[in-house]
């Protein structure tokens, strides 16, 4: 059974992977575990009581396990209360992750032809080599841990996302530097493939914490320059510009505040993009005619399902 | 002589209107007068020294004048000295004035063919009503008195240019309701036709100020709903919504913050367009290599107009 | 019994209404029910264990139960360990909610004689049109929700204590326009009675939370104002600039800051009647000589009910 | 010639205090003094060009003089040319000053009389002695350097007025201690008395600029109980709070917020007061129909003067 | 046993100090303890399950215990499972609580021979009056609740680290006064000693919640002041106001900012060594190689605990 | 003559340093310049009054002059009225600029001493190799352009007032790592000498404003670093988050808040040394018993300069 096919109460077995795996131990001492499993069709809370240390000890997160139980809807949200967990050994993790609605092949190809499109060759250089460098690590990294696009392959999709959006506000203004604001938009965030530590179950490192994916954007972008030659082209420094102010605040962590329009740009659309995609998942997890949980990642907004029948 | 034409220190005659009309007198205690004139090309200062109370007495704010005097640059700005400054009394204010980019007629056009492109009856009648009604100034006034679209046809200017965005951005997020978006960007600024005083030279008018546009334009929905017996329609509340929430925080100005995806695509754009405007009007006044001055609506940035060898 | 006259462990039988209903299931899995009583006379925690899913969807808010159990003390409060819970399906639930310290025949006299002895006849006419629209709802809405004034005649009862202290206020600066002033607290929180869902068991409708009661009071101007074809009047515009600013900041969803004094006035009686009544609640919960717990609604503050033997 | 009774340019002799007195030199190096004179009636603006630097030593801030020469309307504000200037030796300086509209004898008179009334001994007694320490000074200082009540005896004047407003909030929340109420009132800007240089013409002291005049109350209060030997009573405790709370949030200067009901009232009819006062006075400088300048004071807001016609 | 010595799962015995005791009820409704046990060496929680209710009448905060049970690990924290406690009479309290790393007869040397060192006799018989006014507690009294300095003499101790940096401060700035910066650490935190209840276990008095530590020793100074015939002397004035000013920030409760470099120098050191030893405290308990939790007091930050074979 | 030694009214001639030229016409329209002229000893304004086009196109920035003419006192600060102005082509202008009071061989032997002291060969390296590829300019840029340590060589100076300062910080707090904070103070303005643009008349450079100086340093360590095959080294990545943080708050531009205590050391002895120098240039600009004006680096305080008689 997929987990999006649960409905009601009832006996349940998934097939699922271990997100997170919280040991604790109840009132009268006796261990449990408290596991949050997903498929490619989404995410189950599951309780598994009165354990012993010994099966407490053999879960842990990124295991593939065939779960057994029953469905009991607590607070309006389902729960799994597992009366069998099992380690599926032959299963390959990469079956049970979410992925971005494009493949990988699909996204390489999109963000190829925008890089031949690019007419000047320092931004066009520059970009395909600091792109280059984290190939892998750029088209299967999340865009982040939780909120948006925090599945395979969300970064290169967030990416394309707004490099589509891009195009139209060029056409509007047709005086924006396109080849810049493209490559604005393609090494926004990149530093996460530091900032973060893996495709799948990321989280952050140390050098993440220490410096930010911001600064670590900035010194890829200041490396390949420098490789090439170009560390003094104005164009390297508007490059490095737009990366270094694309939280659009200081106190959002951007030690500048975007000074050329491609830079606005290139932060306006970053929101755009990611408050799009909170909301719709807000609104699928909401009633129609009802307002969601608070978010923090939205200023501590509760987001409007609105009524169906008037659509 | 057109005022874009003024390049130079010398003598020159323009043919311009007033629009700003300050009497002072020197520590000699002689009348003179500070005034901005305008053509549909650009902006000029002047200055009026060696007056008597009788002339001082002569000009005022709308009138069209040919102006004679000398040019001399004060702080890289030109100053114009006036020597004689005559009424025209049969010049046509509004030859002098700054106007949209679009006739008043391609802009009806354009913003009728989305009106007919709606699907959804109850927002297409509301809307179509509500511009209807103020009509003759939707399609005049300025959308500001200063910072961006402060000319003649700039409120309609600016929501088409909102609009034309907002279709980019429903190509990306198909589930957004297309009507709803094009509906409240249309609406979202109609109070400023009660909030400032006329198409050109506009004041904020008492009511402005009291109520500001946001109310205004709130209000302007709740009539013509009442009107046709829609008030309870879940669609004209989030219109309403859509027009209440669209300054995006409430220390802006918005008595609610948006909660659902089209008004929050309506803030973004509104804020997209405003600063591209603002941001190209400070690179057009600004030497390459150079940094304009600070501009208080860009949260006190600066903006770079790059070097133009390397474009 | 009466929730007030409890005071120590032990057997207890209480009629009273259940005004929040949850549902939980412990770790062993048995449902369970963790409910709040309120009677006229103050408000019980009570908890329902070891029943069963049928029992369990029995109850809901707005029921009144005969409540039969034993008290302990939890954390210093009287917590009910319920036995048996009966519907009383005869009982009157107005019986059992609490209210404002005066009648609803004793308000409406007092709101009456204010609007009487306004002078003014547009300010009169305009308010004493809006009101009677939702007289039913004027008398017996909440002020709100939680924190102050939250029970049946709320708002009205709020409302007139405000215009008690306008009267001094008046006496002290006779310069102010009563009229005005009066008019502009009768109505400035009326918008609730569509924000609000209810007399009792209030909870914010979708209308509520997306267009907020200030949008909705200056909507009621409005519409009395076009009826009696005064929305030109200054003295409308007036009224709805004071229910606009009314919350004082912006951050606090007013859309305009007060700009008149009688605006400035209606806002700070609003919060010294609001506070006094948050206030008093807190130290009558405390012990003297001791603080309260933090208040959100008071800055975080604690409240200290001072020393008795001192007074 | 009084100076309330300037109404037209022309020549006038007005006998009048002078309180600013700014020395300078035009760009032709020639000495000139830019004063502001006041007597009781109002205040004017005055220059005094082409003297002498033997002339500019001659006057200073405090002296009352003869003021001779040519009144212009300089942005609708009358400033006067003087052709003469001469010191009234003779004159008393407390002619020329701003005063309560009360005597000093009938604050004195209405103080006592609160003081009589209060019927809790401690709370009296150091309320009486603490005034007593400056009694001189708290009936002729003014409770600020400009914005409000910048007159002699403001302080006094204020603070009448808030214990009159007091009474009704009483009235309104019998549960209140109306004793330590008024004397938090009459104590909360006692040290206005230190922190300002003199009842006319104040400056702040050094003392004032470091310690501020809401701690030199709460010493003052101090040493009081300290020798009546009550400096652990508390009602003392509470005194010191309500002085030590009465600017309301900390980033106005406030160490501790209000934490008694009667410590919130203070500081609410404090800002009642105030700008009551201050909202008059922009009224009162403004033309019906328009809005007075912004007020830094009020936030920066812009004070309406509603139309004559419609009141 | 000691309790840093704890260090696996099992069985232990351990003499401690009991500083927090919460009573509570299971589900089942049956009493139990939550403790938190504390000796010289470090904190442990503990759970004492299944008890009556005369049992847990019978254990208090404060009381010196024989605690017997079992070691769990939860959440990576060592947790004691209560088997038997008994109250040992005969223990002296103070053989239990944590304490600064110097004697309190050293850090009184330290005190003595600074203020020995003092050349202004203004200064110096100032701060030797106050701090003997409260010398036993100044040497006992905790300078925090928690946080940092939370230990018997952590005041003091405090106080001498600051005085510490100060002589490296000075050896910089030669021009600043060392007597007044010196006497100004001494004295900047003494209110604490009526703000907290005592020296260990300690808790915040009324007078402490209704006042501050910063107005209580700006009352000390002034008595002392006021004894010694000293309080118009500037050098008092300045010492109140760097006690005053040494939140550094009107939001930290402080009522006026530094104004003179000592002052500014207070402000600073004081952050230096509270965050330093907040610093420390995170690391000591963090594994190297990751970061701590987020610490409120240090604005939410994580603090980093470097890897070891690295240094 | 030297500036310093300009005491009283009367003729004068200096040889001075033009750093800056602003040009002007009177109402008159006759040209002059305003000046501002240094010499090693002060600063003094000037006006040149009554020139010609090809006078005033004469003299700029960076130009060594003597200057003859009369001072006047105007607002207690003496001004120069120009009656000649001549260029001295054969001055250097390093003999007329401020320079730190340390030579450069100075603050060299103590910056290599501090190098050749660390004992970690990872830290010492890069920070050396960093020092030495912008050595000439570290040793002669300022540390900003106004406010404090605005003269040739302040940016070498301040670091090394810090770096003094941070070994007794080090003797308090063993555990801290002596070499990792040495080495942050020595690199954390290094980016300065990339966003100004000289020694002497330092002005943003393009790049400056884009960047920041921030992520400049970061850049310089990241570019050694990576030469050296050290870029993963955990040391590294510590000095890069040790300069990114070192502004302490995000809105003050750091991406990144200290999250190891040297960086908290780095940030708060910045802030020391910062504003003990200017306010001791407040200090030394204002007389005894008298505040300085508001300073906008300084959160807008007046700093005292207390009064002579009683040090």
Not at 277 to 282: A, C, D, G, L, T
Request: net charge negative; hydrophobic share 40%; with cysteine.
């Amino acid at each position: 059974m997929k987990i999006k096919e649960i409905h009601e109460e009832g006996k349940v077995s998934v097939k699922a992977l271990i997100t997170k795996c919280d040991r604790g131990r109840t009132n009268k001492n006796t261990p449990y575990l408290s596991l949050t499993l997903e498929d490619r069709t989404g995410v189950l809370d599951a309780k598994f009581w009165n354990l012993t240390d010994e099966m407490v000890a053999m879960y842990h997160v990124g295991m593939v396990v065939e779960a057994q139980g029953e469905i009991i809807f607590h607070k309006n949200a389902a729960q799994l209360r597992l009366r069998k967990l099992t380690e599926d050994k032959d299963a390959d993790l990469f079956d049970y992750v979410r992925e971005a609605p494009m493949t990988k092949a699909e996204m390489k190809a999109e963000v190829d032809s925008m890089l031949d499109a690019m007419k000047d060759p320092v931004i066009r250089d520059v970009t395909r080599e600091v792109i280059q460098a984290s190939e892998e690590k750029f088209y299967t990294y999340p865009a982040a841990t939780r909120n948006h696009h925090n599945f395979v392959g969300g970064l290169a999709y967030h990416t394309i996302c707004m490099a589509r959006l891009a195009k139209a506000v060029k056409a509007l203004y047709p005086w924006l530097d396109e080849d810049l604001l493209c490559a604005g938009i393609l090494l926004h965030d990149l530093g996460k493939v530091e900032e973060l530590s893996s495709p799948m179950l990321a989280e952050y490192t140390s050098e993440g914490n220490l410096l930010g994916h911001i600064s670590i954007a900035a010194a890829m972008i200041d490396r390949v320059a420098l490789a090439l030659d170009l560390e003094r082209d104005e164009r390297v420094v508007l490059l490095k510009h737009m990366v270094l102010s694309h939280h659009g605040k200081m106190e959002y962590g951007s030690p500048v505040l975007p000074m050329i329009p491609e830079a606005e740009v290139l932060t306006l659309l970053d929101n755009l993009d990611s408050r799009m995609v909170m909301m719709k998942q807000s609104i699928d997890a909401t009633q129609p005619g009802t307002f969601g949980p608070r978010m923090f990642a939205l200023d501590n907004r509760m987001i409007y399902h609105r009524k169906e029948e008037e659509r």
